[in-house]
């Protein structure tokens, strides 16, 4: 007698080329779902990344605009003790002890002062407002500042106006 159903485990050779066709339509689906995840894993790293370097540059220059409006007391000060140069006595004392802790405030702050006095003229760093001949100074030498310039945390505030030594 003849048995009409197969043998158990036996398939037909077209189920086989069914099911190897639908095993690599599914191992095709499963490398692009991770593909996918993997570009989304590296799309949101990228993300924290960039976020984390906002935060950090916010942090870093969130005291930008109240520094910036401290500068004209810090040259208030530093005029003062210009014109007090000569003198000596509890005022003049005062107005050092108060700058000393202003400058202090800002440094602890990312603030930086720049007196190039003597140093090489830095377009990034100096506007020059004349040049001057002077013998005593190499060309392209500060030799006078009339306001000093400041950093935050590396990034220019405000350029030190100074005088260059001529050719």
Known sequence: MHNENPTPGAEAPEDDYGLDNELEQLRAAMASLREE???????????RKRLARD??????????KLLSQLLPVLDSLDAGLTAASAETGPLKDG?????????KVGEDNGLAQLD????????????????????GHAAGTVVQVFQKGYALNDRLLRPALVVVAAE
Not at 37 to 47: H, M, P, S
Not at 95 to 103: G, K
């Open 116 to 135: 190039p006095l003597g140093k090489p003229f830095d377009p990034e760093w100096h506007q020059a407002i004349s040049q001057i001949a002077s013998p």
């Open 37 to 47: 995840a993997l570009r989304e894993r590296a799309e949101l790293d990228n993300q």
């Open 55 to 64: 935060v950090d540059q916010a942090r870093r220059f969130a005291n930008e």
């Open 95 to 103: 107005l050092e002890l108060t700058l000393r802790q202003l400058l």
